[in-house]
């Protein structure tokens, strides 16, 4: 039996690895996402007659288990709202790095059970066989240093190492996710909570260091209980000051996190699936963790050691000149006359819900014969490639956007760059004042174009707070009001031609 | 089954390497889908939940556990159900015309 299910643990993991693959093109990616599931409805279903599974009430517990996590899961999954999707993806993430802590909680129980009784008959044994007093082959024992009644002797050296491992970065991912899930959520707004964070949350790892050390060698409840609340006490004092704007790339960190502390859950109870899939989503997930934070040009200690603060008032001068307003209806026909269009959609569109008006509007444009393309910036969204999925929600098809360097040659050859809801990504000042504080970020050279309509609620600063020139500039019209109602009156202004 | 100390390091390194190629050619489209779809594929710590609730024998084991299970197969049917919906959405124009027909 125990054949078949290395078998298909084999299996599992190669159709992990070729889905992973079919996902990272866009022709292949929803083949990638089923093979993925195969594999994993497989390696569930063979678990089931895995030799160390044993116990009716074990059996049923799993049943239980799964039936009401899996039904909750697939409800909440499929109801939330496609902008609502990275703090799903935050929330399903820290659930994954809790599990990988609770697993290493149950062996280290499970040590902290077997392992008084086995060192006890391993000293009796010895006892028996020298002829020497219980105390003298227990401090023999001891000496030798293979077993005590201890965390490391109960599951081997290795493996605590690795369960103790796995379950810190197990617990900082799952406690570290569910607050990023309640700050994208809405749900928290403080981004601080104590004074001199950087030092309380240095103060709180070492702890938890020393505690992970004691557990190696404690026979202890109360030592693993401390370690635990630690591990989850600093992955909330991580998470809390870290901003909005950096909360992608945080999400992919503990994202991949939790697959290295899946990894070595699984040397822990020697599960290779769990090794090789964990492994894959470890180094992916630092890669993709990488690019996000390379295309906001914010180094990756940046992000978790400071906030958007440390930079901001550098730059107190405001942009020259004034706005200058146009109508819906008027900045409509404009587009309507052009030849090359290029919309540039930002978060504050998907919030506005006007992605499906501006689609209607696109294919208006197009029955016209203007050529209209979508740029779009690395981070635009919440997170890289987010925007793309609310513009093929909207029914926008991939041929027609394009990422920053596909296109950014390409703006001085447009009659209109159409920006909707976007701002810091198209704030020249990112590239020409070394003062302001998202300098050296790379933009959308939006102000190249002829024209410039810029679709916005009101006349305030984006979400780092920086004021954005673009907006004064001669050649930009500003469209006031909420984006929706906004593409509704451009689309009527269309169709009125 | 137990893996041995250097078997073990050499399915680290090699499952590293693919990982990294994996991604390393993605296109930024689809940066979100794959984080989501990655998150699912972690969901796999479902089954060792499910290999140290089968061998739990008292009833703490058994109630940290079944936290894992239920946290493990909130992850990977959560993780699944998410993906599968953002790439669902990932049609050519072509696609969509052969939808439209």
Do not use: C
């Not at chain 1, 040590?111 to 028996?128: C, G, I, K, N, S």
């Not at chain 1, 550098?314 to 706005?323: F, I, L, W």
């Not at chain 2, 894992?68 to 696609?95: C, H, I, P, Q, W």
Request: proline share 3%; aromatic share 8%.
């Amino acid at each position: 039996m125990n054949f078949i299910v290395q078998l298909t643990y084999l299996l599992a993991a190669v159709l992990f690895i070729l889905g992973l693959k079919a996902m990272s093109s866009p022709k292949t990616a929803r083949k990638g996402i089923i093979w993925a599931g195969v594999g994993m409805v497989l390696a569930t279903l063979v678990t089931f007659v895995h030799p160390a599974v044993h116990g009716f009430t074990n059996y049923l517990l799993i049943i239980i288990a799964i039936a009401v996590a899996g039904a909750l899961a697939w409800w909440s999954g499929r109801r939330v709202a496609m902008t609502e999707m990275p703090q799903m993806v935050a929330l399903y993430n820290g659930m994954g790095g809790g599990a990988a802590a609770a697993i290493a909680g149950v062996e280290m129980l499970r040590a902290l059970r077997t392992a008084p009784a086995d060192f006890r008959a391993q000293a009796e044994a010895l006892a028996a066989d020298a002829n020497i007093s219980m105390a003298a082959a227990e401090a023999a024992l001891r000496a030798e240093g293979v077993a005590s009644a201890s965390i490391a002797g109960g599951l081997g050296a290795d493996v605590a190492i690795l369960a103790i491992l796995g379950a810190l970065i197990g617990t900082v991912a799952f406690s570290g996710s569910l607050v990023a899930w309640a700050k994208l959520d809405g749900r928290m707004k403080r981004n601080s909570l104590v004074p001199a964070q950087q030092l309380v949350n240095i103060v709180i790892f070492a702890l938890a260091v020393i505690f992970g050390i004691m557990t190696f060698f404690t026979d202890s409840i109360a030592v693993v209980v401390i370690f635990f609340a630690l591990g989850l006490l600093f992955g909330v004092f991580v998470a809390v000051p870290i901003g909005g704007a950096d909360m992608p790339v945080i999400i992919s960190l503990f994202n991949a996190l939790t697959g290295l502390a899946v990894a070595f859950e699984g040397y822990a109870i020697g599960n290779p699936a769990m090794i090789i899939a964990g492994t894959v989503v470890g180094a992916a997930g630092t890669l993709l963790t990488q690019l996000m934070a390379k295309a906001m040009n914010r180094p990756i200690t940046n992000v978790l050691f400071a906030g958007w603060g440390a930079t901001e008032g550098a730059s107190s001068e405001g942009p020259e000149g004034e706005m200058q307003d146009i109508s819906a209806e008027d900045a409509g026909i404009m587009m309507a006359y052009a030849e090359r269009v290029v919309i540039v959609p930002g978060y504050g569109m998907a919030v506005a819900q006007a992605q499906h008006k501006i689609w209607e509007l696109v294919e208006l444009l197009q029955d016209r014969g203007v050529d209209v393309k979508f740029a779009i910036h690395p981070v635009a969204g919440r997170m890289p490639g987010h925007m793309n999925v609310l513009l093929a929600e909207a029914g926008v098809p991939y041929d027609m956007i394009y990422d920053m360097e596909d296109i950014n040659e390409d703006f001085a050859a447009t009659d209109i760059a159409v920006v909707i809801g976007a701002n810091d990504v198209v704030n020249p000042a990112a590239r020409d004042d070394p003062s302001s504080p998202i300098y050296g970020m790379p933009i959308l050279n939006v102000d190249a174009a002829e024209n410039v309509l810029v679709i916005k609620r009101g006349r305030g600063a984006g979400f780092s707070g920086v004021e954005n020139a673009l907006f004064f500039g001669e050649n930009t019209r500003m469209v006031f009001g909420d984006g929706q109602k906004v593409a509704g009156s451009m689309v009527q202004a269309v169709k009125g031609l | 089954m137990a893996i041995e100390g250097f078997v073990a390091i050499y399915i680290f390194m090699l499952a590293a390497f693919a990982g990294f190629e994996v991604i390393s050619r993605v296109p930024v489209i689809l940066h979100t889908p794959l984080m989501s779809g990655s998150n699912f594929v972690h969901g796999i710590v479902v089954v060792g939940a499910m290999v140290v609730l089968g061998h739990a024998e008292s009833v703490a084991e058994q109630v940290v556990g079944f936290i894992a299970v239920v946290l493990a197969a909130g992850n990977a049917v959560g993780g699944y159900v998410v993906t599968e919906r953002m790439l669902e959405m990932f049609k050519s124009k072509d696609e969509q015309k052969k939808g439209a027909e």
